[in-house]
């Protein structure tokens, strides 16, 4: 297992136009996170899933986003209507909770750029 | 609401130059306390958890310390490829890591 794979690395959308990303968790994580980082400012907590279920949404996650985890295995997320503000680097990271000095681990990002 | 707040922004050293980043927190039942290390257009990497004051962790020339209020990570005898954004995260029971702003460290050779 080579860690936690985000697809794509960069996207450059027009605005009003609909994005997805994709993120294939550590195997073995039955946790996988959505977080959203803006330049200069730390990781910002968007959605996560147990397994295939959806616990917990920020605030910050309007109705023109969505995600999932069919199965429970690799998650989407999407943007509907994109805005300029949408702009940010989308960080997907995986834990198992049970684990002793978990931590969570991170993708690489997909780096959106709405135009 | 849980918040952490990591002082300086910014810290500049020269090769050699030991120094602390700091991290207080605010949170209702620390389950633990993390730090991560991330180089520019990457995802953050674990460094440590820390779960209750008093505790201590060490990776080469870093080290982490925790008390009820806020962390330090030390950095001794720097060279410039610690050069990264350090993050500090808390997470309350059950629920996810909320990060701190980070500190931008630049070690000059």
């Known amino acids: 297992d080579t860690g936690v794979s985000q697809d794509p690395r960069h996207k450059i959308t027009k605005r009003g136009q609909n994005v997805t990303f994709r993120c294939d968790p550590i195997s073995e994580h039955n946790r996988l996170y959505w977080y959203r980082q803006t330049l200069g400012q730390g990781p910002e907590f968007l959605t996560y899933?147990?397994?295939?279920?959806?616990?917990?949404k920020s605030r910050l996650l309007s109705d023109r986003f969505s995600a999932e985890r069919p199965k429970g295995s690799f998650s989407t997320l999407e943007i509907q209507r994109t805005e300029q503000g949408d702009s940010a680097m989308y960080l997907c990271a995986s834990s198992f909770p049970q684990t002793v000095n978990y931590g969570y681990t991170f993708g690489s990002g997909t780096r959106l750029t709405v135009v | 609401e849980d918040q952490v707040t990591q002082s300086p922004e910014a810290l500049r050293l020269q090769e050699g130059e030991s120094s602390s980043l700091n991290c207080s927190y605010t949170?209702?039942?620390?389950?633990?306390l993390f730090w991560y290390r991330q180089d520019p257009g990457k995802g953050p990497e674990f460094l440590f958890t820390l779960y209750s004051a008093g505790e201590e962790k060490e990776k080469e020339r870093l080290k982490a310390t925790l008390t009820k209020k806020e962390s330090f990570l030390h950095i001794t005898a720097p060279k410039p490829e610690d050069s990264a954004t350090y993050l500090c995260?808390?997470?309350?029971?059950?629920?996810?890591?909320?990060f701190g702003k980070g500190t931008r460290l630049s070690v000059i050779a």
């Open positions: 899933f147990q397994n295939e279920a959806q616990l917990e």
């Open positions: 995260a808390v997470q309350a029971r059950n629920t996810p890591l909320v």
């Open positions: 949170v209702s039942g620390l389950r633990g």
